[in-house]
């Protein structure tokens, strides 16, 4: 599961195999795994050599708890506008993650906006 959670960060989470009813949170930097970690008690483990440099293991119970949050959280209208307004690194990647989804749906379901990368942040 990938997520992009207002106030938090971006996350990558898998079952954790050693522990079923667990999962690993991966997170791209220490910043959004300490903001995780903040939010629900747990620790952050620092793994620079890994795809991911930090992860957090939690129950499912506790990330689910976390993602309804989140959720119930929602109090705006446009998920750009509102995330990472201070990060200016991470924003940009956001909006590449979200340019290549926006490219995914025209090409596969023929409709959308935004058919030229104007939308995109300069470099």
């Not at 008690?41 to 119970?61: H, M, Q």
């Amino acid at each position: 599961m990938w997520v992009f959670v207002k106030d938090a960060g971006f996350f990558s989470a898998v079952e954790n195999h050693a522990d079923r009813l667990q999962v690993i949170v991966r997170a791209r930097c220490r910043q959004h795994a300490e903001a995780l970690a903040a939010k629900t008690k747990a620790v952050v483990e620092w793994t620079p050599d890994s795809d991911y440099c930090a992860r957090v293991i939690l129950p499912k119970t506790t990330w689910a708890d976390f993602l309804s949050d989140a959720a119930l959280g929602i109090s705006y209208n446009n998920v750009k506008g509102a995330i990472a307004n201070d990060d200016d690194a991470f924003r940009e990647a956001m909006f590449i993650c979200w340019a290549a989804m926006n490219d995914f749906q025209r090409e596969r379901e023929k409709v959308g906006a935004y058919s030229d990368k104007s939308h995109l942040p300069n470099k």
